[in-house]
């Protein structure tokens, strides 16, 4: 299966880390939308987003990406990373696809470092994270789709 993640990950890098361990033990083509502003991703048949969190949803640029640049009828599943991550952080991106008809195949998300407003004089929440057994376990969750 030819198989895409579509990712923004800048501050500390958190989900970046989780991307590139699934890619060394698995064919995917990550697509960071900092770099790529449209994508033809119909040649896929999954396809990744991947982000950290802000104000609790995906960044706004692969909001925008997801709604611009996803065919309909795809498999998708979704990565995220947060200081305090929750399953719903994933709504916004969630509601772009279930409008394009794509089936949803799973969500992973673990803790990140942050230390994004507040957090920085209190030099930032979940320091160390991801963590070696969350990484992994993302490598797990990608390979049971």
């Known amino acids: 299966m030819k198989t ?3 990712f923004y990950s800048a501050h500390h890098k958190n989900t970046k880390k989780l991307l590139d361990a699934i890619a060394v033990k698995n064919a995917v083509d990550l697509i960071d939308v900092t770099e790529n502003s449209t994508r033809n991703l119909s040649a896929y048949d999954r396809i990744g987003f991947a982000s950290g969190i802000y104000f609790g949803k995906y960044n706004k640029s692969l909001l925008e990406f997801a709604q611009k640049d996803l065919p309909q009828n795809k498999k998708v ?4 990373t947060a200081g305090d991550p929750r399953e719903n952080h994933n709504l916004a991106i969630k509601k772009i696809t279930e409008a394009k008809m794509c089936g949803c195949l799973g969500t992973y998300f673990c803790k990140g470092f942050d230390t994004y407003g507040p957090f920085k004089l209190i030099g930032g929440i979940a320091k160390g994270h991801p963590n070696a057994e969350e990484v992994e376990k993302a490598v797990e969750f990608y ?3």
């Not at 599943?77 to 995220?80: D, E, L, W």
């Open 4 to 6: 895409a993640i579509i």
């Open 77 to 80: 599943f979704f990565i995220h």
């Open 143 to 145: 390979q049971h789709l």
